[in-house]
C-alpha cells in the first residue's frame, strides 16, 4: 500500500499544466488551457486542463484525471509505474516499502528478458557463428559504428540457443514464452522464436529493449518476424528509432516504412529518421510524432503499394495539426536503395525538394493525364477541381488555382467557380446528412455502451452527478448528506462506489481532491469524476439545491415500472398519480 503521505508529497510537487504541457501544445483559454486531446484524433480541441483543480478532462473521448492519471495513460504504466515515473519527474524518492504489484514484476522481468537478449544477439553477430550475418550488414553497408550505435545482432540457426541462455540466467520456460522469445511445441519443449535472422531490438523513449524486428538474409518468406505484443510491447504505440531522433531538434521527423531505410538514413547523417513497427501508421504514432515535430517526411517505397500507404498516413496526420511533406523517390524502390546508389548529398537534395500532401496530388494527377490534349486536360482539371473544393486553407487554393490555369493557359475565374460550384454541392450533401441523423442526436449525447444502468436511470445519475460535485466543492456537508441519503439508497452503482470512496475520505481526514481520489478509483471511475468536475465547474449548488436532489434520488422508490401500471385498478392508479403531482410540486 502506498502511502497517503507520499501521494499527498506528490501531488503538491506536480503541476498539471507542466506534466500535460511536455506532451501537448496548450493555449490559454481564460483561466484554463486547451489543446488537441493526446488519447484520440481530433481536429477541434476538446482536452481542457483546470489549474485550479490540479486536473483535465477531454470532452471528446472522456479521458480525465490528475497529472498522475495523465502521465499513467500517456506513457502506457500501471499505477505503481506511474508513480515512480511522476517521483523522478520532481525529485521524490519512491517509499521503501512500497510493495510491486504483480503486472508490475511482470514486466520488469520481460524488459530484462528482452535485455538480455539483445546482448545475446550482438555478441552471436561479431562472433564467429555470426559472419554470415554479419558480412549481409556490411553488404548493406552499414559499418561497425552503425551496427553497434542501434545494437543490431543475430539470432543463431539453433532451435533453442538463445532459450538455453536466458534459462542458465534464472528465467522460467513460462516467463521466456510470456515476453515472446520462445515457443512451446506440442510436447511442451521451448524453442526460440528467432532463428538465423538479423536482429533489430525495438527501443522505447526510456531506453528499454521492448521487442525486436528478425530479418532474414535471403528471399524467404517472412521477409521480416516481429515480436508478437506484450505488456511492454504495443506495435501501434512505438516506432523504430524515435529513441535517437527524439533528440535532433530539427522540427522534422522523416517517416520510412523499414528499420533498414531508416538505419541507412541515420547512417548517412539524417538522424531524425523513424520507422513503424511492421504494421501501417496508426493515429497512436501520429500523435507520438507530433509531440516531437512540427513536420513529418513520408518516405515510402516508390512502388504502388508504398503509394497507397502514403495516402494513408497523410490522411491519419491530417488530425494531428503537423505539416506534411512527400518524398517521392526516383529510379530506386526506397531510400536504402537511393543512398547507395546516389548518395547522401542527392538523398538531401530530394528532401528539400519534397511537397506538401496537396502539392504531391497535384503531381501525380499531372502524371496521370496528358494535359497536351483536349481531353487530358479536360479530365486534369476535373480531378483537380475536385481536389480544390476539399482543400480547407482558402489562400492555400488560390495559389494552387491561380498556377494551374495559368500553366494550363485557362480563365482562373473558370476554374474558380467549378470549385465553388463543387463547394456548394458537398455542403448541400452534408446538410442533408445531417437533417436525417438529427433526430437520433438527442439519444447520442451520452454514451451508454459501458453502464446501461446509468441509461436505465439517466434522471436520477444526473441528480447524484450534480451531488457528488457539491460534496467535492463542499466536504463539511457530507455528514449532512450522507444523513438523508446512505450510499445504499444512490440509484447508480458507479456513483455510489465514488460517493463510498468521498465518504471514507472524510472519516480519515484525507482532502477530496482529486490527485487523492484517483490512487484509490479505477480509471474509468476518475476520468467520469473529472468530467463531473469539468461539466459543472460554472456551477454553484446550494445546499438547498443539494437537499432537493436527495429528495429526488430517494423519490425512486415510489416511481412504477409500465408493468406495475397495467396491473393497478382505477383507485391505485389515481393515488400514484396524485402522488406524483405532489412530487412535482
Known amino acids: 500500500m502506498i502511502p497517503q503521505s507520499f501521494i499527498d508529497e506528490l501531488k503538491y510537487r506536480l503541476n498539471i499544466e507542466e506534466v500535460v504541457s511536455s506532451y501537448v501544445p496548450l493555449k490559454r483559454a481564460g483561466k484554463n488551457l486547451k489543446g488537441l486531446c493526446p488519447f484520440h484524433s481530433e481536429k477541434t480541441p476538446s482536452f481542457t486542463v483546470y489549474p485550479d483543480t490540479n486536473s483535465f478532462y477531454c470532452f471528446g473521448c472522456g479521458k480525465g484525471g490528475d497529472p498522475i492519471t495523465f502521465i499513467k495513460e500517456i506513457e502506457h504504466l500501471e499505477y505503481t509505474e506511474s508513480l515512480k515515473f511522476a517521483a523522478q519527474r520532481v525529485g521524490l524518492s519512491m517509499p521503501e516499502d512500497v510493495k510491486d504489484d504483480k503486472a508490475a514484476s511482470l514486466k520488469r522481468r520481460i524488459l530484462e528478458i528482452n535485455r538480455l537478449s539483445a546482448r545475446f544477439f550482438y555478441s ?7 559472419k554470415e550475418g554479419y558480412a549481409y550488414l556490411r553488404r548493406r553497408g552499414l559499418n561497425d559504428e552503425t551496427i553497434k550505435a542501434f545494437g543490431l545482432g543475430f539470432a543463431p540457426n539453433s ?8 534459462l542458465k540466467k534464472g528465467f522460467t520456460t513460462e516467463e521466456l514464452v510470456t515476453a515472446n522469445v520462445a515457443r512451446t511445441n506440442s510436447k511442451g ?16 523513449l526510456k531506453g528499454s529493449v521492448i ?12 521477409k521480416y518476424l516481429n515480436s508478437p505484443e506484450t505488456n511492454v510491447f504495443k506495435k501501434g504505440r512505438n516506432l523504430f528509432a524515435l529513441n535517437i531522433a527524439k533528440n535532433q531538434n530539427s522540427g522534422s521527423l522523416i517517416l520510412t516504412e523499414g528499420y533498414m531505410d531508416t538505419i541507412a538514413l541515420h547512417a548517412s547523417g539524417f538522424k531524425n529518421a523513424v520507422a513503424t513497427l511492421g504494421t501501417a501508421i496508426t493515429s497512436e504514432q501520429a500523435r507520438l510524432i507530433s509531440f516531437y515535430a512540427d513536420e513529418v ?7 504502388e503499394a508504398g503509394r497507397k500507404a502514403t495516402n494513408r498516413a497523410v490522411e491519419i496526420f491530417s488530425d494531428t495539426g503537423l505539416r506534411v511533406r512527400i518524398l517521392n523517390i526516383p529510379n530506386a524502390k526506397d531510400p536504402d536503395e537511393f543512398i547507395r546508389k546516389k548518395g547522401r548529398e542527392s538523398f538531401r537534395e530530394l528532401l528539400e525538394s519534397s511537397l506538401n500532401s496537396t502539392e504531391n496530388e497535384i503531381e501525380l494527377l499531372k502524371r496521370k493525364y496528358d494535359t497536351s490534349t483536349s481531353d487530358g486536360k479536360l479530365y486534369f482539371l476535373k480531378e483537380f477541381c475536385l481536389l480544390m473544393a476539399k482543400q480547407e486553407d482558402i489562400l492555400a487554393a488560390e495559389v494552387y488555382i491561380s498556377k494551374i490555369a495559368s500553366s494550363l493557359g485557362i480563365s482562373k475565374d473558370a476554374v474558380t467557380e467549378e470549385v465553388n460550384t463543387l463547394k456548394k454541392r458537398a455542403y448541400y450533401r452534408e446538410k442533408k446528412k445531417l437533417e436525417l441523423a438529427l433526430p437520433s442526436f438527442a439519444a447520442q449525447r451520452e454514451d451508454f455502451s459501458n453502464d446501461p444502468q446509468r441509461h436505465k436511470y439517466y434522471k436520477y445519475a444526473k441528480c447524484e452527478d450534480r451531488l457528488l460535485f457539491f460534496l467535492y466543492k463542499n466536504p463539511n456537508s457530507i455528514p449532512l448528506i450522507r444523513e438523508l441519503l446512505p450510499p445504499e439508497k444512490w440509484v447508480t452503482d458507479s456513483n455510489r462506489e465514488i460517493y463510498s470512496t468521498m465518504l471514507s475520505f472524510y472519516e480519515d481526514n484525507i482532502s477530496l481532491d482529486i490527485s487523492s481520489l484517483a490512487a484509490h478509483l479505477s480509471q474509468e471511475q476518475i476520468s467520469r469524476f473529472s468530467g463531473i468536475i469539468a461539466k459543472n465547474c460554472e456551477s454553484n449548488i446550494s445546499l438547498e439545491t443539494a437537499n432537493e436532489l436527495c429528495r429526488i ?6 416511481e412504477k415500472s409500465a408493468d406495475e401500471i397495467s396491473k393497478m385498478d382505477i383507485s391505485e392508479i389515481g393515488s400514484y398519480a396524485n402522488e406524483l403531482m405532489k412530487n412535482k410540486k
Not at 552471436?124 to 555470426?130: E, Q, V
Open 211 to 222: 521487442a525486436f524486428g528478425g530479418r532474414v538474409m535471403d528471399d524467404k518468406k517472412p
Open 297 to 303: 517526411i513520408i518516405c515510402y517505397d516508390s512502388d
Open 159 to 166: 532451435w533453442r540457443s538463445l532459450c538455453d541462455y536466458l
Open 553 to 558: 434520488i430517494l423519490s425512486i422508490k415510489n
Open 124 to 130: 552471436a553477430l561479431i562472433s564467429p557463428n555470426g
Open 189 to 204: 519443449n521451448v524453442y526460440d522464436l528467432f532463428r538465423n535472422r538479423i536482429m533489430f531490438p525495438i527501443i522505447d
